[in-house]
C-alpha cells in the first residue's frame, strides 16, 4: 500500500497486475471526487483513516447542536461541508478549527499527532473564524475586541471610556468650572480650543505671555523665555520654544506640534553645537508648513509664501532649537503698539549690584543691549551694597510705531553674587496692547469709494481706519479676516446660491472681472483656481481622486436668490502626484431642475459625454453610442443618427436611422450559421444578413422572412450549406444542398433578387497518394505488405476517386474476421445508408461456391474503410474472410464516393 491514501500497489512478478492497477486507480478516483456523508445527530464522530483516504470531501449533517468531528492521523487536504444548523469543531489531537454552519474548509492534515490547518480558507469568512479571536459573540453584546494581555490575540472586553460630550474630546477644556461667560477659541499653540475671554467692547488686540516655572542657574544677560500665553488676540505669540533636527536629503526640519502655519514668524534658532549648514543664529526666518511636525524654513515671509525654502546642505550638531518664545511678533496691519513687561527677579540676594530690565526690538543678541531698547523699570535699577528685599521690577513703553514682521522680546541683566533665577510669579510677563490698526478692531481693511490720495498705508489711516479706493495705491498685502468679502459697486450682495462670494462687483451697469498682462512677451495673464486638502492655510496636503480643483458656476434670480444653470468644474481623477495631476474638465447644465453633467474631457483627451463615455477619443475617431436591440430607441427620435447596436444578428455593428427605421449600414454584412433542423423565422436586424443552414435537414423546412424592422431595399441571403433529404423553402423559393438565394424587402414583400449554386468543384481539387491497409475486423494480424502495395487519388469538391492495388506478401496466422482494407485518403459523407462500392479484381481469394465476383464497400459513412464482399448469382453476398486470402497476392479496384 502506498503510504499516505493506502493505494494498491503492483507486486513484484505479479500476475494479472492490470487488476491491482485498475484497483488502485479507482482509488485514486475515489480520492479525488468522492464525498462522504457523516450524520453527526447522535452525537460526535471519529473518521477512520479508510474513509478519509477514500473521499475528497466529508460532508456533515445531522448536528443541530454543537459536534466535534476528529479527523484521523494520516496525510492529506480534505475538505468539510457543515451542512448541519450548529457549530462543527473540526479535530486533530490538541487542535481545533471551528466551522460555523452552512460553511466550508479545507484543511490540511501533516500526519503528526496534532498536525491540522486550515489549507484554503473559510467560505463566508468571518471574524470569529480566525485562529487568535474569540470563535463566538455569543454573550459579548456591547463589548470590544482588544489585545490579551499574552500579547498573543484578542479577546472581548468591556470598553473602559467612551465619548459621549464635548470635554471628552482630546482637544477640548476638560471642565466648564470657572468658564461661565467665556468663549471658545483655538488655542495658541494651533493644536486645540480653550475657553477664554470675550474680547471687550472696543475691539481690545494684544498678548500676554508668561512662564510656568522658575528660571535657575541663569547666565546674564538674558532673552525671557516664556513658555505659556495667558491672551493672544492676533497671534502675536507663535509659540515655546522648541528643539528640532534638520535633514539636508529633503531641507525640512522637524518640530513636534510646531504648530505654525505658511509665512508665520519671524523666529530666530539657536544650537548648542553648531547649527545646520545653511542656517545661522541671529537671524530671521519664517515658516512653511509642510505637515503638523514637518517645517521648511525661508528667508522672508514672501520666500515663505512662495514656497522657496532654504537649503540645508548638513545636519549640524549638538541640540537645536527654534528660539519663538522669548519674541512677540508684530502681525499685519497694526502700525502703533504699547508694551508691558515686568520680572520678579530672586529675593533677599545680600551681595552688592544690580538688577535692570529693558524691551528690545528686532534683535536676538541678549549679549549687550542692542538699540533700540524701550523702557526703564518703574522703580528704577536696583542695586548696593546691602542688597534689597524688593525683588521686582517692571516698565511700560511709549507707543513705538511698528510694521509687520517687527519682534519684541524682554532682556533682563544681573550682576550680584548669588542672584541666578527668574521667578515665574504673576509678576515675570510681557504683554502688548495694540493702539491703533488699519480697519478697525478687526484688524481688516475695507476698500469703499472716495479718496485721499494716499500712497502708503500710514498715509491712507483715517478716523474708522478706512483705505479710500479712488486713486490710491497700497503696498504690500492686503489680508482680511476669514468672511470678510470685498465688493464693488456696492456692498456685499447675500443669496449668491449656494456660492461664498469673497469678491464681487455689484453694478447697475457693466459688472465684471478682468486679468489684463501689458507686456512685450508671449506670457499670458493668469486666473488660479486651486485647491488643497491641507488643514490650514499655507498646508499642501495631496489632493484625492474625485476632489473638485475648482468651479465656474453660471447663475441667474429667480426671484429670491441665484438659481444655478450651468458650471464648469475641475474634476481630479487620481491623487496629485509630484509630476502631475490627472484631470478632467466638467460641464454641467440645467434643464430646468438640478445640474446634470452634459460633457466632459477626459485626461488622455478623450471628449465624453453623459459620464465617462467618449464620443471621440483622443486620437480624433468618432465612438458611437451602444444599445441593444431591446433598448434601441425610437428611429423617430434621431433621425439620421448612427449607433452602435451590440447584439445585432451576426453579432455588434452600426446603425443609421432613416426617421421610420433603423437600418444596417452595410447590407450582407454579417454571416451566422444555423444547425437547426426545423422551420425557422429571420428578421432584418436580429438575425445576420447572411444565415447557413448547415444541418442534414430530415424534411422540408420552411424559411420565414419577417417583416418586422424591414425596411425598403434590405436583403437577407440563404445558404444551404448542410445535406440531406430535406429542402430550404424561402418565399417561394426551394433550395437543395450547396444552393443560395438573395431576398430583397420592396415596401410590400420579400422578393428573390438573385440565386445560385456553390461550384465544389472549383472550391477544392486535389490529387494524391494513399498507402492501403490490409487487416481482419475480428484480429486485425500483422500483414507483410509487399512494396508495390500502393494508392492514388484525385478529389474535386465533394467527389473523390481513389485507386488502390493492394500487395502483400504474408497473412498473420493470427488474423480473422472479416477482410478489411483501410487508409482511404477521405471519409465517404455523413449520410444515411451512404455505402458506395467498387468493383474488385484479382484471383487471390478463395471463391465461395456460388459466388463468382468480389465487391469493394464502405463499411460505413464517415469511414474510411471498405470490407470485400462476394457476390453471385447462386448465394447471397458474404463477407470475404481473412482466412480466404492466399498467402501472397494482389487486389486492386477504383472507387468512386462522395466525402463530406
Given amino acids: 500500500m502506498s503510504s499516505n491514501l493506502a493505494l494498491s500497489q503492483v507486486a513484484a512478478a505479479q500476475a494479472q497486475k492490470e487488476v491491482t492497477i485498475n484497483d488502485a486507480f479507482g482509488q485514486v478516483d475515489a480520492a479525488l471526487t468522492e464525498f462522504l ?27 443541530t447542536v454543537a459536534r466535534t468531528l476528529t479527523l484521523p492521523q494520516i496525510k492529506r487536504e480534505i475538505a468539510v461541508q457543515n451542512q448541519g444548523t450548529a457549530q462543527l469543531s473540526i479535530k486533530r489531537g490538541t487542535t481545533t478549527i471551528p466551522l460555523e454552519a452552512g460553511t466550508l474548509a479545507k484543511v490540511y492534515l501533516d500526519g503528526t499527532a496534532n498536525g491540522l490547518m486550515i489549507s484554503s480558507g473559510l467560505a463566508e469568512a468571518k471574524f470569529t ?59 495658541p499653540v494651533g493644536n486645540g480650543v480653550e475657553f477664554g475671554d470675550m474680547p471687550a467692547a472696543g475691539g481690545f488686540r ?90 521648511k524654513l525661508a528667508a522672508s515671509k514672501a520666500d515663505a509664501l512662495a514656497g522657496t525654502a532654504i537649503d540645508i546642505t548638513a545636519a549640524g550638531s ?15 496691519n497694526v502700525p502703533r503698539v504699547r508694551i508691558t513687561a515686568a520680572v520678579e527677579f530672586e529675593a533677599n540676594i545680600t551681595a552688592a549690584g544690580s538688577v535692570i530690565i529693558s524691551v528690545q526690538k528686532n534683535s536676538a543678541d541678549f549679549s549687550a543691549s542692542v538699540e533700540p531698547a524701550y523702557g526703564s523699570p518703574l522703580s528704577g535699577p536696583r542695586q548696593g551694597t546691602g542688597g534689597f528685599n524688593n525683588n521686582n521690577s517692571s516698565l511700560v513703553t511709549g507707543v513705538i510705531e511698528v510694521a509687520e514682521g517687527d519682534t519684541f522680546a524682554l532682556r533682563a541683566n544681573a550682576n550680584m553674587s548669588g542672584q541666578d533665577q527668574i521667578l515665574a510669579s504673576a509678576r515675570t510677563f510681557l504683554a502688548i496692547e495694540v ?49 470678510a468679502r470685498i465688493s464693488t459697486g456696492a456692498g456685499p450682495v447675500a443669496g449668491i446660491s449656494a456660492v461664498v462670494a469673497d469678491i464681487q462687483s455689484n453694478s447697475t451697469g457693466a459688472a465684471g472681472l478682468a486679468a489684463v498682462r501689458w507686456s512685450a512677451d508671449p506670457s499670458p495673464a493668469r486666473i488660479m483656481i486651486a485647491k488643497s486638502r491641507g488643514p490650514a492655510i499655507g498646508e499642501h496636503a495631496a489632493v484625492a481622486a474625485s476632489d473638485s480643483l475648482g468651479e465656474l458656476s453660471f447663475a441667474g434670480s429667480n426671484g429670491s436668490f441665484m438659481m444655478p444653470g450651468a458650471t464648469i468644474d475641475a474634476q481630479a481623477q487620481a491623487a496629485a502626484t509630484g509630476t502631475g495631476l490627472s484631470t478632467a474638465l466638467r460641464f454641467f447644465t440645467s434643464a430646468g431642475s438640478a445640474n446634470t453633467e452634459r460633457m466632459r474631457i477626459a485626461p488622455p483627451g478623450d471628449l465624453q459625454m453623459g459620464g465617462a463615455n467618449t464620443v471621440i477619443d483622443a486620437q480624433r475617431i468618432p465612438r458611437l453610442r451602444s444599445y441593444t436591440l431591446a433598448t434601441l430607441p ?48 429571420l428578421s432584418v436586424l436580429g438575425n445576420a444578413s447572411v444565415v447557413a443552414f448547415s444541418a442534414n435537414l430530415t424534411a422540408d423546412r420552411t424559411v420565414t422572412l419577417s ?19 430535406g429542402k430550404l423553402i424561402c418565399s417561394g423559393i426551394t433550395l437543395r444542398p450547396g444552393c443560395w438565394a438573395d431576398f430583397m424587402w420592396t415596401g410590400t414583400a420579400w422578393t428573390c433578387v438573385g440565386a445560385g449554386a456553390r461550384n465544389d468543384a472549383m472550391q477544392v481539387y486535389e490529387t494524391g497518394t494513399w498507402s492501403p491497409t490490409l487487416f481482419g475486423n475480428t484480429a486485425a494480424g500483422s500483414q507483410t505488405m509487399h512494396a508495390n502495395n500502393s494508392g492514388n487519388y484525385i478529389r474535386a469538391g465533394q467527389v473523390v476517386l481513389a485507386v488502390a492495388y493492394v500487395q502483400w506478401s504474408a497473412i498473420d496466422a493470427a488474423a480473422a474476421g472479416d477482410v478489411v482494407i483501410g487508409g482511404l485518403p477521405f471519409p465517404a459523407a455523413n449520410l444515411a445508408n451512404n455505402l458506395p462500392t467498387a468493383a474488385v479484381t484479382g484471383q487471390t481469394v478463395s471463391y465461395p461456391a456460388g459466388q463468382t465476383q468480389l465487391l469493394a464497400r464502405f463499411r460505413g459513412p464517415n469511414g474510411t474503410a471498405v470490407s470485400l464482399i462476394f457476390s453471385g448469382p447462386g448465394a447471397a453476398q458474404a463477407f470475404a474472410q481473412m482466412s480466404q486470402l492466399s498467402a501472397t497476392g494482389v487486389l486492386s479496384f477504383t472507387i468512386v464516393y462522395r466525402t463530406n
Fill in 37 to 63: 456523508p457523516l450524520d453527526l445527530s447522535a452525537g460526535d464522530v471519529t473518521v477512520t483513516a479508510a474513509q478519509a483516504q477514500r473521499a475528497l470531501m466529508l460532508r456533515i449533517g445531522g448536528n
Fill in 129 to 187: 473564524r480566525l485562529a487568535d479571536v474569540p470563535s463566538s459573540y455569543v454573550g459579548q453584546a456591547g463589548r470590544i475586541p482588544k489585545v490579551k494581555a499574552t500579547e498573543d490575540g484578542l479577546e472581548f472586553d468591556d470598553p473602559t471610556g467612551s465619548v459621549s460630550d464635548f470635554l471628552d474630546l482630546t482637544d477640548t477644556p476638560n471642565s466648564y468650572a470657572g468658564a461661565q461667560g467665556k468663549v471658545l477659541r483655538v488655542n
Fill in 206 to 295: 494684544g498678548a500676554l505671555v508668561d512662564m510656568t516655572a522658575n528660571l535657575t542657574g541663569v547666565a546674564w544677560p538674558i532673552g525671557v523665555p516664556f513658555n505659556r500665553v495667558r491672551y493672544d488676540s492676533s497671534r502675536f505669540w507663535l509659540g515655546p520654544d522648541l528643539t528640532f533636527t534638520a535633514d539636508p536629503a529633503t531641507d525640512q526640519v522637524t518640530a513636534a506640534g510646531h504648530g505654525m502655519a505658511t509665512g508665520e514668524g519671524p523666529f530666530y534658532l539657536t544650537s548648542t553645537g553648531a547649527l545646520p549648514t545653511g542656517l545661522a543664529a541671529n537671524t530671521r526666518y519664517w515658516a512653511i508648513r509642510v505637515g503638523a511636525d514637518v517645517l
Fill in 318 to 332: 549638538g541640540t537645536h532649537t527654534l528660539a519663538r518664545g522669548r519674541f512677540l511678533v508684530i502681525p499685519a
Fill in 435 to 483: 493702539v491703533e490698526a488699519f480697519g478697525g478692531v478687526s484688524g481688516t481693511l475695507p476698500i469703499e469709494q472716495g479718496g485721499t490720495g494716499a500712497t502708503d498705508q500710514a498715509g491712507a489711516r483715517a478716523s474708522l481706519g478706512v483705505l479710500a479706493k479712488g486713486g490710491d495705491t497700497m503696498s504690500g498685502d492686503l489680508v482680511m479676516a476669514p468672511g
Fill in 634 to 681: 425610437a428611429a423617430s427620435s434621431a433621425p439620421r443618427g448612427v449607433i452602435d447596436c451590440s447584439d445585432l444578428g451576426g453579432g455588434a455593428g452600426p446603425l443609421y436611422s432613416d426617421g421610420t427605421t433603423w437600418q444596417r449600414l452595410q447590407e450582407l454584412s454579417s454571416y451566422a450559421v444555423s444547425a437547426v433542423d426545423a422551420n425557422s423565422t
Fill in 707 to 725: 417583416t418586422t424592422g424591414a425596411y425598403l431595399g434590405s436583403l437577407k441571403r440563404i445558404i444551404y450549406t448542410g445535406n440531406g433529404t
